[in-house]
């Protein structure tokens, strides 16, 4: 694999997340870190590891035939893990950041995403021998792109809990049910059937 292959894969991943396209990723991010704080960052990671593991699992799946693939199904069931994991923070058990069903929970979220970007994934590597190498760059920017997102969130929080003097409770409860109201639109919108 060359410089410009690994790039262009690198940027794919990135542009996964980060374009507006991704904002169901992006959602997700938010409602998985709402109950942390920057001082959890390790932790942020790890689950943010464990959603791109979930995720890489699927596509690898999925190429080799081994998963069936419905894109509309798909789709729809990205939105229903969404609103789940901001339901989740809603309640009472699902605002403890120490409790670890949130990585079971990413990487199951994770699996069910890889599937909704497989068919672009291998569109982009149709007809070249390159496409599991292509893999590790793409989950790479997948990876690098969440942290970013999973950063920016933990910075804010930090500067709402420390200068504002909001509070975790409040804070979880805001952005939780926005993504909870956002990601109910999407479920409809996506309806498949």
């Not at 990723?25 to 920057?38: D, E, M, P, R, Y």
């Not at 999973?150 to 500067?159: D, G, Q």
């Amino acid at each position: 694999m060359n410089w410009d292959w690994f790039k262009i894969m690198f940027d794919e991943g990135l542009d996964h997340i980060l374009q507006w396209g991704g904002v169901d990723h992006i959602l997700f991010i938010v409602a998985l870190t709402a109950v942390f704080q920057l001082k959890h960052w390790g932790r942020v990671l790890g689950l943010v590891t464990f959603f791109t593991v979930g995720h890489t699992l699927t596509i690898v799946l999925a190429n080799m035939d081994l998963i069936p693939v419905n894109k509309a199904i798909a789709e729809f069931l990205i939105q229903v893990t969404i609103f789940y994991t901001g339901l989740m923070n809603l309640m009472k058990a699902g605002q403890n950041p120490r409790g670890n069903a949130r990585f079971f929970l990413a990487a199951l979220v994770g699996l069910i995403h890889g599937l909704g970007f497989f068919e672009k994934f291998r569109m982009l590597s149709m007809g070249d021998d390159k496409d599991w190498v292509a893999l590790i760059p793409f989950s790479l920017g997948i990876e690098l792109a969440q942290i970013i997102v999973a950063l920016c969130v933990l910075i804010i929080t930090s500067i709402l809990f420390n200068f504002m003097r909001v509070k975790q409770r409040e804070w979880n409860l805001f952005s939780s049910g926005i993504v909870c109201g956002v990601s109910a639109y999407l479920i409809v919108e996506n309806w498949p059937w």
